[in-house]
């Protein structure tokens, strides 16, 4: 259901309970002054929904990394893009014209359908980010000890998504980031008070390897757009492999048609998000990949998910049927997405290469 139809379904509910109560009569004067400022409150809604649903510009992590040396004074290290990047991208989705809104429970946001959703796959990359520099990105082997900051700092990001009160997700995801720039204003100190990062290509690969699978299963979700028959292939390749519950063998999987939009914009965030994550990765991890001679595969990753972020000039996410009349938007993104997904689990291979 689209924003409009939501919030007139709302009013329309409200007006029939007044009228019912006996509070209202359709033939009053109040009735009239209810409707013109409840005709008023809609337009306002409606226009404050447009204007908050649109994403926030992309931002030049070089730009940021630079801006940020010469404001804290302190020289850039390995971990200090990555690391910003992540920060950047909290502040911008908390900051963002609206706020966050994935929690909302008051018109505009209530009635919001795609930028929450786009909220939600920004927020996922941004766990998995944050998953990955606590476990491995700042630790130089399994029994090295944690980083303190980023172990108060990953269980906030993961708090749920759409807690009002008590706490609010946003006051999480501050603390989160607050913890965040705590650990990058350590990274360039020596001694026990400083933090590490390690910029290996086996680290650098665990983190590709989440990404991976994030947009495996993005992709498999959007192309479900139009409905399609799958062979169960789980244990393939692994003759003793087992399950715990067995699932058929040939199954028709479709998104419904409520929950298309949701998937793009989801996917459309997700894309979003690692954009700037991999440019940070590109400025610390610059020594292993001009090593291995793959910063070109990792350039042309960013510029297809950067073909995700084109202006969509329909006024609704349009889903045609494969080769019919109708575009599929659902059927584009997965297009971008497996390719960036294909050109990842090269670049993994050829990290993983002596």
Same mark, same amino acid.
């Given at each position: 259901?689209?924003?409009? #139809?939501?919030? *007139?379904?709302? =009013? %329309?509910?409200?007006?029939?309970? @007044?009228?019912? !109560?006996?509070?209202?009569?359709?033939?009053?004067?109040?009735?009239?002054?209810?409707?013109?400022?409840?005709?008023?409150?809609?337009?306002?809604?409606?226009?404050?929904?447009?204007?908050?649903?649109?994403?926030?510009?992309?931002?030049?992590?070089?730009?940021?990394?630079?801006?940020?040396?010469?404001?804290?004074?302190?020289?850039?290290?390995?971990?200090?893009?990555?690391?910003?990047?992540?920060?950047?991208?909290?502040?911008?989705?908390?900051?963002?014209?609206?706020?966050?809104?994935?929690?909302?429970?008051?018109?505009?946001?209530?009635?919001?359908?795609?930028?929450?959703?786009?909220?939600?796959?920004?927020?996922?990359?941004?766990?998995?980010?944050?998953?990955?520099?606590?476990?491995?990105?700042?630790?130089?082997?399994?029994?090295?000890?944690?980083?303190?900051?980023?172990?108060? #700092?990953?269980? *906030?990001?993961? =708090? %749920?998504?759409?807690?009002?009160? @008590?706490?609010? !997700?946003?006051?999480?995801?501050?603390?989160?980031?607050?913890?965040?720039?705590?650990?990058?204003?350590?990274?360039?100190?020596?001694?026990?008070?400083?933090?590490?990062?390690?910029?290996?290509?086996?680290?650098?690969?665990?983190?590709?390897?989440?990404?991976?699978?994030?947009?495996?299963?993005?992709?498999?979700?959007?192309?479900?757009?139009?409905?399609?028959?799958?062979?169960?292939?789980?244990?393939?390749?692994?003759?003793?492999?087992?399950?715990?519950?067995?699932?058929?063998?040939?199954?028709?999987?479709?998104?419904?048609?409520?929950?298309?939009?949701?998937?793009?914009?989801?996917?459309?965030?997700?894309?979003?998000?690692?954009?700037?994550?991999?440019?940070?990765?590109?400025?610390?991890?610059?020594?292993?990949?001009?090593?291995?001679?793959?910063?070109?595969?990792?350039?042309?990753?960013?510029?297809?998910?950067?073909?995700?972020?084109?202006?969509?000039?329909?006024?609704?996410?349009?889903?045609?049927?494969?080769?019919?009349?109708?575009?599929?938007?659902?059927?584009?993104?997965?297009?971008?997405?497996?390719?960036?997904?294909?050109?990842?689990?090269?670049?993994?291979?050829?990290?993983?290469?002596?």
């Amino acid at each position: 259901m689209s924003v409009i #139809a939501r919030i *007139r379904s709302f =009013f %329309q509910q409200a007006k029939d309970a @007044l009228v019912l !109560s006996g509070f209202l009569k359709t033939d009053s004067p109040t009735s009239k002054v209810v409707a013109g400022v409840g005709a008023l409150y809609v337009i306002i809604i409606i226009v404050l929904g447009i204007w908050w649903s649109a994403a926030p510009p992309a931002f030049d992590m070089r730009l940021k990394t630079q801006n940020h040396a010469a404001t804290s004074g302190q020289p850039l290290v390995p971990g200090s893009a990555t690391t910003l990047a992540l920060i950047e991208v909290i502040d911008t989705l908390l900051e963002k014209d609206g706020g966050y809104t994935h929690n909302d429970l008051l018109p505009p946001g209530l009635f919001m359908d795609n930028m929450p959703n786009w909220e939600y796959g920004v927020l996922v990359q941004s766990r998995d980010l944050a998953r990955a520099l606590r476990e491995v990105l700042s630790r130089s082997q399994s029994q090295s000890r944690e980083d303190v900051d980023l172990t108060l #700092a990953e269980p *906030r990001i993961n =708090f %749920q998504s759409d807690s009002w009160i @008590l706490p609010a !997700s946003e006051r999480e995801y501050r603390s989160a980031n607050k913890y965040l720039k705590a650990y990058l204003a350590r990274l360039p100190e020596r001694g026990s008070e400083g933090a590490q990062f390690y910029a290996r290509a086996d680290n650098l690969g665990f983190w590709l390897g989440m990404i991976e699978k994030r947009l495996g299963s993005l992709s498999q979700r959007l192309s479900a757009s139009v409905g399609q028959r799958r062979l169960n292939t789980d244990l393939a390749g692994e003759p003793t492999a087992a399950a715990a519950t067995d699932d058929p063998e040939d199954e028709e999987i479709k998104t419904p048609w409520s929950e298309v939009d949701d998937v793009f914009y989801e996917s459309r965030g997700a894309a979003w998000a690692l954009i700037h994550f991999l440019k940070g990765a590109e400025i610390d991890f610059a020594s292993v990949l001009e090593k291995k001679n793959a910063r070109v595969s990792l350039q042309q990753i960013i510029r297809e998910l950067e073909a995700t972020q084109a202006t969509v000039w329909s006024p609704i996410i349009l889903n045609g049927s494969g080769f019919g009349l109708w575009a599929n938007h659902s059927l584009v993104m997965a297009n971008y997405i497996s390719r960036a997904n294909a050109a990842l689990i090269d670049l993994r291979e050829l990290l993983a290469q002596g």
